[in-house]
């Protein structure tokens, strides 16, 4: 059996970079008085290349059955790129550099998640207890990294995030080739699985959840500022997010024994509706906005494990790398971008409670979706004799 050791290294280091371009990159393009629409035009880039690259460098990884390279040469060249974003400070500048970034930094991450998928198939919780390592790296960044930026000043982030980046690369050398082992079952063109309802409800799901997340990801450190909080108090709202998501990857092995992977996309749902909610509402309060956020665990981790099972399971071997890349296209890459430009515009026009109303009433369709298609696909299996 392969190590799964360099996966969870993988992980910590990727979500490093998470834990510090997700709380703090927009403070940093707010630093240099961009406005709010150009300020989601550059964070939806990150998201707007997952509908591209993803799609591309699985069916290259797919094709080639050469993944781990894949994994390496991009993240080296979207560290290099990144790396141009600091010397200068113009909008387009910026904007160029993260694009190219970007559309390398996209690949690697569908892919580790394919490997990893694969070798946890026979015991699928094992998945959540490597991905926890993703969560532990985000902590430890968006911790520290209110902390740092006070000591060195806003105009600091993007040599601090190039850093990590550059780290992301040195642990992609780690990873193994992963070859699958025996005889794949035949399997049909990948659009045959497509056509299906069930599966077309499932990345109906992830793209709602990824639509309701998109303001999240690009104006929640800025609504959090306008309410007074200070870059230290804003880490660690992120971070305590990220804290309950360890706690339920940790447990995910007992939930799925317990319950079906359908349930819990649908209870991952809900918790986003009442999540954006109480953000659009409240986010005054230091408690609800404490407890809004201990809902992360359910919006995002209970949401990624139950969509990576469900993938695992409603697609043949041979697809997996394309099924996981077009997951990431359809939830990070559409929704979430689609999310963050439409925050944009919604944003100048009463902040907070606009923006995360329409987070909420995202999140609301998706389990009404979930409800009518998702979920009697999964009973309907259930109820099937083995």
């Not at 059955?65 to 040469?73: E, H, P």
């Not at 971070?239 to 649908?266: D, N, Q, S, T």
């Amino acid at each position: 059996m392969q190590s799964l050791l360099p996966f969870a290294s993988f992980y910590f280091t990727y979500f490093t970079f998470q834990g510090m371009f997700s709380p703090f990159w927009g403070l940093y393009l707010q630093s240099l008085s961009f406005s709010a629409w150009q300020i989601s035009v550059l964070m939806a880039l990150s998201t707007l290349a997952r509908i591209i690259a993803p799609g591309f460098w699985g069916w290259l990884a797919d094709r080639s059955g050469r993944r781990r390279n894949i994994i390496v040469s991009t993240s080296i060249l979207s560290a290099a790129s990144f790396c141009l974003v600091g010397l200068d400070n113009g909008f387009w500048w910026i904007f160029l550099s993260l694009a190219v970034s970007h559309f390398f930094w996209a690949a690697a991450l569908p892919l580790v998640e394919a490997s990893t998928a694969y070798l946890t198939r026979d015991n699928p919780g094992r998945y959540s207890r490597v991905r926890v390592w993703g969560s532990i790296g985000f902590v430890c960044l968006a911790m520290s990294g209110g902390y740092m930026l006070d000591w060195l000043g806003i105009a600091a982030t993007p040599w601090i995030v190039s850093a990590l980046l550059i780290g992301v690369a040195l642990s992609a050398f780690k990873v193994p080739e992963v070859v699958p082992t025996g005889k794949p079952r035949p399997a049909g063109p990948i659009w045959e699985t497509l056509r299906k309802p069930a599966v077309i409800a499932l990345f109906a799901c992830c793209f709602l959840q990824a639509l309701a997340h998109g303001p999240y990801y690009t104006f929640y450190s800025l609504g959090l500022k306008a309410f007074g909080y200070d870059k230290a108090a804003v880490g660690v709202l992120w971070a305590l997010g990220v804290v309950f998501e360890v706690g339920v990857f940790m447990l995910m092995p007992r939930i799925m024994r317990r319950f079906g992977l359908e349930a819990l996309m649908l209870a991952s749902l809900l918790a986003a509706v009442l999540r954006f909610g109480l953000i659009a509402t409240c986010l005054a309060s230091p408690l609800v906005a404490g407890f809004a956020q201990a809902l992360h665990a359910l919006t995002y981790a209970l949401h990624h494990a139950s969509a990576i099972g469900l993938i695992n399971r409603m697609f043949a071997e041979q697809h997996h790398g394309r099924a996981q890349g077009l997951y990431i296209v359809a939830s990070f890459g559409v929704g979430g971008s689609g999310g963050g430009l439409i925050g944009g515009l919604v944003w100048p026009h009463g902040g907070v409670l606009p923006t995360f109303a329409m987070s909420a009433v995202a999140a609301l369709i998706g389990a009404l979706v979930c409800l009518r298609w998702l979920r009697p696909a999964g009973k309907l299996r259930a109820a099937s004799p083995v």
